[in-house]
């Protein structure tokens, strides 16, 4: 678990510094929020659409192509119902992507496309009864993002990523899907 943290913190700072020596454009900083589509029905009659927060950094390089890297974080209540009762439970999910994208710009518009690795943290807690799972995963992501430059370096950014993850929850049991579409819209902040 720490070893795939760790080999995938390795893995974005060596493709930062790869990009960096290919003459970076433009180097951009994002902050937004949004929510996540759950694909599976269970999770979305649980916990409905979560709350995520996201901070990214965008790396767009000599030509139409570029990497982004970042930072998520989703937290949600929910109940889920048994056979006897209901139960509160807690979910929380911190997400830390690196995606390599190709770009198409028209004016004060830029588009992104594409597709790389998430690492996934997630976290449940069932609050009445003493029922914990922990896990982590990497998966791929898909990315669509548009921006619309707003006054200087200012830019309004919209970007919708899937990720399909699922979870072992335990030895004896099979996955469980807590992927889905995200969508987020923010500002960012165009460096250099």
């Known amino acids: 678990m ?8 390795l893995a974005a700072a060596l493709a930062f510094c790869l990009a960096l020596a290919a003459q970076a454009q433009e180097l951009t900083v994002s902050a937004a929020a949004g929510g996540m589509f759950p694909s ?54 911190r997400t830390v992507p690196v995606v390599a994208y190709g770009r198409f710009s028209a004016g004060p518009v830029t588009v992104r496309a594409g597709a790389g690795l998430a690492f996934h943290r997630v976290s449940e807690t069932w609050r009445t009864v003493d029922l914990e799972f922990t896990g982590s995963r990497t998966a791929p992501r898909f990315l669509l ?48």
Do not use: Q
């Not at 899937?162 to 500002?187: C, H, I, N, Y």
């Open 145 to 192: 993002s548009a921006s619309v430059r707003l006054a200087g370096r200012l830019s309004f950014l919209a970007y919708a990523t899937f990720d399909p993850l699922r979870m072992k929850e335990d030895p004896f049991s099979g996955s469980v899907d807590v992927g889905g579409l995200t969508a987020v819209a923010g500002l960012s902040l165009r460096i250099f």
């Open 2 to 9: 720490k070893r795939r943290a760790t080999v995938l913190g």
């Open 40 to 93: 599976n029905r269970l999770y979305r009659g649980i916990y409905g659409r979560s709350l995520v927060l996201a901070g990214d950094v965008w790396l767009d390089l000599k030509g139409p192509l570029g990497l982004t890297a970042g930072f998520s974080a989703l937290s949600d209540d929910g109940v889920a119902s048994g056979p006897d009762d209901l139960y509160e439970v807690k979910l929380t999910r």
